[in-house]
């Protein structure tokens, strides 16, 4: 397809974190992407692979370990009100070792920055995806 068929203005998914030491990563798979993402990641290969690049080197600069990053990802998501984001971190914090319980206190504490009607936004778009079978997320 064309390359102008895509809006720009895209906050891609970075790359997913599992059970592993701080400077290592694993990539999602392409298919486990939501749908548009894939789109533009085909119309875009250099750009979606700059932002992974940058994600995964932020990711591991210092010394914070993929869960705690993962948390801080979610909570940023979730001030910015970016429902994707948020059902996103959720999902990769998950996978890098966050309990359910860990993910709804990091959205609980921003109630107090970002107010209680925004906090629970959030907290209901990570319920979504809490509630969805391992093998659907």
């Known amino acids: 397809p064309p390359r102008d068929t895509l809006p720009i203005a ?22 486990d992407k939501p749908s548009f993402y894939r789109k533009v990641s085909e119309q875009f290969p250099e750009v979606i692979d700059s932002v992974e690049r940058l994600g995964t080197t932020l990711r591991t600069a210092g010394p914070l370990d993929p869960k705690t990053s993962q948390l801080i990802q979610l909570a940023a998501a979730a001030a910015m009100q970016s429902e994707g984001s948020v059902c996103s971190h959720t999902r990769r914090a998950l996978q890098a070792g966050a309990s359910p319980a860990e993910i709804r206190h990091t959205l609980l504490l921003l109630m107090a920055t970002m107010g209680f009607p925004r906090a629970m936004a959030a907290l209901s778009w990570a319920e979504e995806e809490l509630a969805r079978k391992p093998t659907d997320r």
């Open 10 to 31: 895209v906050s891609p998914a970075l790359p997913a974190q599992g059970h592993l030491p701080r400077n290592q990563e694993v990539s999602m798979a392409t298919n």
